[in-house]
């Protein structure tokens, strides 16, 4: 929730061999928004990506439409 809050930033559980690239393109079309940076993150059960949305979307908006809160 802090992520979602503060820094507009959603945290999605993504495919060990999806980079940056796709999953920019993944958030842009499957919630229509505006991407502003996507860091990813390895771990030893999978691969995680932090999204930071621009600041015309808000993530909190983004995260309600989708069912995480």
């Not at 991407?35 to 979307?57: C, R, S």
Request: charged share 25%; hydrophobic share 45%; proline share 1%.
């Amino acid at each position: 929730m802090k992520n979602i809050e503060e820094h507009n930033t959603l945290v999605f559980i993504v495919n060990i061999k999806a980079n940056t690239c796709q999953v920019r393109q993944a958030v842009k079309k499957l919630y229509d928004t505006e991407v502003a940076k996507v860091n990813t993150l390895i771990w030893l059960d999978g691969e995680k990506a932090y999204v930071l949305l621009t600041p015309d979307y808000g993530a909190l908006d983004v995260a309600n439409k989708i069912g995480i809160i």
